[in-house]
């Protein structure tokens, strides 16, 4: 207790020597949580944003199906039991068909995706509301990137051709009757949602599915042969997968940053020690132990740490509450490039980032602090209270 | 789609024929175009020039064939494409690539894919179903197509896989070569076209010098498929129609 006030006071007394120690160190400390803050914000907003438009809890693929080889979708469909259809009834599950096709989007040619699915869903926030409207036509609702790759607007009509069961080449209109924002590119990129009746009824797999989408529940569901269940996790691999090698990346960022402020509290404990000799001296005169001088330097140096907290909560707080709430904007949407990322970034602080990084800094403060100060152990009293350089 | 190799096929091989004094029935002119496909063996030179938005481009090769069950072909230009070879032995395609010296099976949903960027598929190379094996024809009048008196016949599927579920196809009443096809998919939307020009005899056969293939759904100026020489009945080691002679 003696060395924590002690050090407290040799701190503030300091003074501008200390205060900048202080700032350089809570300046890494803000930045550290600043940019973990954005990636498990990112990582939270993704995989939120990933199950309520395409994971759902899980889904159900058929066996031949790989969704990253398109050259499958012809053969990976079957039928579906009548467990199954009791479950899409009772709106546990989607069926969502898929085939691929082509569209001719102003007399340019453009190979796309074919995706059926129940205009009544709830389970997923495609809006395929839209789709149970009565036009000229097939409603489809497609992405804004796909519509805006494609040159489509609402109301627009475009050729659209395909192959039923059979090889044989069919081709009408499809209508576009909504168009959808989402940060998920892998249900916009490419791609085009039709009523799921419709895709049945036009390449003549009544009643046929491709994968099933499961609520986002831990209710129990069955295994059901022909199928593999996909778990949630298993599907949000690649945003797991992103955020790994974002986090990788940046962490040399965090360890420049952290160096470069451990190397001030280095050099000023260094410092301390060369030119506070004499003070070492009388402190051992007065009766406390090496050992004791040693843990007072060592507190000394970690307190800056603590002082940082301080001082980074300060100018910290305002900055994380302003941006958590309002959001980062950075003018790219995860669809320019093809991830799953919103173009506002609300950053996540939680406790354990803070705790942790806290803990971190002070660790590490304090171990830098000690290293100079274990010279004090090899001092000569004598020698140190006249102020001899040793 | 397929109908473009029954046709260039045809178109090849087809023999004068004489105009009968009436209308023919629709399966009967079939017939005689089927006919015709079968062949002993011809190598010819062409150059295919694919049309795209904005720019086109030339691909020659050149092919040998023995019927319609057996062929080889070896592009010659452009660069990029030089040395690529295919050999097609009754069901089965391999094309071997000199750039990765690897030859591969085209199979399966693969064979879907254009050849070279042209409006031809791999499936359509493949195709030797017999047209009368697959549609009903029925001879709906006569038009003239570049001149030419042509029996008009709508063909319509009566099995279940072909690519194309009705097709339009105008028949030159004196010589049995189609000179225009336009082929539908089931909801009636014209989706291809195709056109020949030039139609020439050599060493007794009429045969076109030029063939045009227009996907109607897409805007550019299709594929052009030119005959620059052909030779009928000509010898052809047999050594040619095997995996060895790709490399």
Redesign the interface.
Known sequence: MTAIKLAYRNLIGAGLRTWLNVIVLSFSFVMIIWMKGMLDGWDRQARIDSIEWETGGGQYWHENYDPYDP?TF?DSHAPLTPEQENLWQKGKLVPVLITRG?I?P????QNIVIKGIDVNQKLLSIPTARLDTSVYGIPAVVGSNMAQNSRLKKGDRV?V?W??A???????EVVITGIFNTTVPSIDAGQIWIPLKDLQRMTLLENEATLLVRDNTEAPMPAFAGWKFMEQDELLKDIETIIKSKTAGTSVFYMILLLLALLVIFDTQVLSVFRRQKEIGTYVAMGMTKKEVVTLFTVEGGMHAVLAVVVGAVYGIPLFIQQSTQGISFGLSGQDIGITMAETLYPLYSMELVISTIFIIVVATTFVSFIPARKISGMNPTEAIKGKIQ | ?HSMKAQLTSLLLLFPMVCPAQTPDGTEILKRMDANLTSDSRVFTSKMIIHG?RSSRTVESKTWSMGDRKAFTEYLSPPREAGTKMLKLEDALWIYSPSTDRTIQIA???L?QSVMGSDLSYEDMMEDASMADQYEATVTGTEQVNGRPCWVLQLE?VK??????SRKVWVDRERYIPLKEE?Y???G?L?KKTEVFDVKRIDGRWFPGKIVFR?M????GGTEFIIESIEFNAEIPEHLFTKAALR
Do not use: I
């Not at chain 1, 059979?166 to 009408?172: E, L, P, Q």
């Not at chain 2, 279940?160 to 579920?165: G, K």
């Not at chain 2, 759904?217 to 550019?220: H, P, R, S």
């Open positions: 050259f012809e082509t001719y102003g007399g340019r040619m050729v051709r192959r039923d059979n090889g044989t080449f069919d081709a009408d | 789609m938005r399966g949903h693969m879907k599927a279940e896989d072909v690519t194309y579920a082929l998919a089931k909801s939307t989706l996907d759904l897409k805007q550019g």
